[in-house]
């Protein structure tokens, strides 16, 4: 109990001087993760809506495809990004390996299918007369496109936050193609899990309490977006 | 027909679903000023008629002329369905503001915002909904929503309006006031109009011209008194009992 108690007061002291470390883990990991779920969000929102709309019979094959990645584990991308950045590999030469843009590459690879998986399945719900009724008054392909994310909002909202959530909580792809490298790519998950094999059970208490926080901060600004609609 | 140029024109079109003929219309024309209603039994054929000449289904053989130019080659479909308006069985409002509801045609033409103000305010008063304008799409009735669909194809001057039987989810008396509001509309702003229906007593209040299909194909075409008389044995005795009262009421007894 000792364990708990000294890491929970440990915590509150580092977070209540705003420990530099601390803040700056927590700024990259939102700077990673952000961006990654702003990219999967450009990427997915719309390719998910297109694949809803595509009555193609190649669409099911294509729904499997991105119903599978929704759960591609992470060590998975990581080891795939790994093996095309490292330096030998084929992107070898961009020299991305251990920065946190390999990190955002790996967290978008992640959070895509999500994204995409998601909106399909939230955008397929609506009426398919709406579809009919938004072209018969004049609509182009894209400004179809964006009246029926616009309908379909909360969905697309969702697909976004479970996006973020998945990729702001993983730890292997991070960890690989990162490095957990000291003020560099340190994230709040490698940062927690690296502190507790070392036993500062206080400072990873500290890193867990602002990866919910920041978690809490996005997913409540994200609902209430959606709540206001 | 007159020399005018038609607004729409279909030429040798067929669609197929599988093996089985769905539309066969070797010639088939709509000109300025006229109202044609279309009607037939469920799966007659009607809405993908219809659906045709909204330039929404290509069909797979045969052409379409949109003021006579060749859609898909001479002119893009995008830009023929622009001509037209279409108002279906169900309204499908948008989750947005009436007002919005109306507005999206005339937004989705690049229309100048204050031009957009002024033509959805004439459009609602022209259904008498003007009071509705900040109500959300969803909360409003049946009756309600079909007028705003019906503003909403308006209140772009469509060359041609397309109607999928609008009436047949409102109930008798929303029907009625409805139908004759329509008429009166569809006078004084002169609009061409196809009217899909499977209901002929719907016929006098909105069409001058009367085609009726089964099995995908138009087995008759022309003045509503005319097509009545001709086929009153045929495809139309499926229909109703109804066709004595319509020629009744067109003043023949």
Request: aromatic share 4%.
């Amino acid at each position: 109990m000792d364990l708990i108690a000294e890491g929970i007061t440990e915590a509150f002291r580092l977070l209540l001087k705003g420990d530099r470390e601390v803040l700056r883990i927590a700024f990259l990991t939102l700077r990673v993760s952000g961006l990654a779920t702003i990219i999967s969000a450009a990427i997915g929102v719309p390719l998910g809506t297109a694949l809803s709309l595509w009555s193609h019979r190649g669409r099911r094959r294509i729904a499997g495809f991105v119903n599978t990645g929704m759960g591609l584990p992470p060590v998975v991308v990581g080891l795939w990004v790994s093996i095309f950045l490292w330096r030998t590999g084929p992107l070898g030469f961009l020299r991305l390996m251990y920065t946190p843009t390999a990190m955002v590459i790996a967290q978008t690879v992640i959070a895509l299918p999500i994204v995409t998986g998601f909106t399909m399945a939230g955008v397929g719900q609506l009426d398919p007369g709406i579809r009919l009724q938004m072209l018969s008054l004049g609509a182009s392909s894209w400004q179809l496109l964006r009246i029926l994310i616009r309908e379909a909002r909360l969905s697309v909202l969702a697909a976004v936050m479970a996006g973020f959530g998945r990729v702001v909580a993983e730890v292997g792809a991070s960890m690989m193609v990162g490095g957990n490298l000291l003020g560099q790519t340190r994230v709040l998950t490698t940062a927690t899990s690296m502190e507790v094999s070392k036993g500062n059970f206080g400072f990873a208490i500290a890193l867990s309490i602002v990866l919910v926080g920041i978690t809490y901060i996005i997913n409540a600004s994200l609902t209430r977006i959606q709540q206001q609609g | 027909m007159t020399a005018r140029q038609a607004i729409i024109e279909l030429k040798g079109v067929k669609l197929k679903r599988g093996s089985r003929i769905t539309l066969d219309v070797p010639d088939f024309e709509i000109c300025p000023g006229e109202n044609v209603a279309v009607i037939g039994a469920n799966g007659a054929g009607k809405s993908t008629l219809l659906q045709v000449i909204a330039c929404l289904l290509h069909p797979g053989e045969g052409q379409v002329f949109a003021g006579g130019r060749h859609v898909g080659k001479e002119i893009s479909a995008i830009e023929a369905r622009r001509r037209m308006a279409m108002v279906l069985q169900r309204p499908y409002l948008l989750d947005a503001t009436v007002f919005d509801n109306v507005a999206i045609g005339l937004r989705m033409r690049h229309v100048p915002k204050k031009e957009v103000q002024v033509r959805v305010d004439e459009a609602l008063a022209l259904f008498g909904i003007g009071h509705l304008a900040k109500r959300h799409g969803r909360s409003l009735s049946g009756g309600e929503s079909q007028r705003v669909s019906l503003a909403r194809a308006m209140v772009l001057r469509p060359e041609l309006l397309l109607l999928d039987e609008p009436m047949s989810s409102l109930d008798v008396p929303t029907r009625m006031a409805l139908l004759a509001e329509l008429e009166r509309i569809i006078k004084r702003t002169r609009v061409t109009t196809v009217f899909v229906t499977h209901d002929v007593t719907e016929i006098p209040f909105l069409a001058d011209r009367t085609v009726i299909m089964a099995g995908g194909k138009i087995i008759a075409d022309g003045p509503v008194r005319d097509v009545l008389r001709q086929d009153l044995r045929g495809a139309l005795s499926q229909l109703a009992g109804a066709a004595n009262w319509l020629l009744q009421e067109s003043g023949e007894g």
